[in-house]
Nanobody
Framework: QVTLVESGGGLVQPGGSLRLSCVASGFTFSSHVMSWHRQAPGKERELVASIVSGGGSTNYGDSVKGRFTISRDNAKNMVYLQMNSLKPEDTAVYYC??????????WGQGTQVTVSS
């Protein structure tokens, strides 16, 4: 059974930081590109960041470049999203995903991030 479980979300003030984690099981984690996506109320889900299977290359959405960092630990089947300089517009449910042929194939259940004073 494939599972992706996110954690680390919560309420943070503007300018603050959070680190999201996602633990994967049930598939060959080290062979998959992994990604983080987010969905704000009334908006479509959007790609935040992705990282190739070996971790040597990353990609970011324009709105988070320079503030967020994606990383992974294949020995632990974990992928992380370090979020710094958070803004109210970063408020969303954040999802971890495993990609197949360039598209999300497995999804986590999501973790809420709220940026507010």
């Amino acid at each position: 059974q494939v599972t992706l479980v996110e954690s680390g979300g919560g309420l943070v003030q503007p300018g603050g930081s959070l680190r999201l984690s996602c633990v994967a099981s049930g598939f060959t984690f080290s062979s998959h590109v992994m990604s983080w996506h987010r969905q704000a109320p009334g908006k479509e889900r959007e790609l935040v960041a992705s990282i190739v299977s070996g971790g040597g290359s990353t990609n970011y959405g324009d709105s988070v470049k320079g503030r967020f960092t994606i990383s992974r630990d294949n020995a632990k089947n974990m992928v992380y999203l370090q979020m710094n300089s958070l803004k109210p517009e970063d408020t969303a449910v954040y999802y971890c995903a495993a990609l197949r042929y360039g598209s999300p194939h497995y999804w986590g259940q999501g973790t809420q991030v709220t940026v507010s004073s």
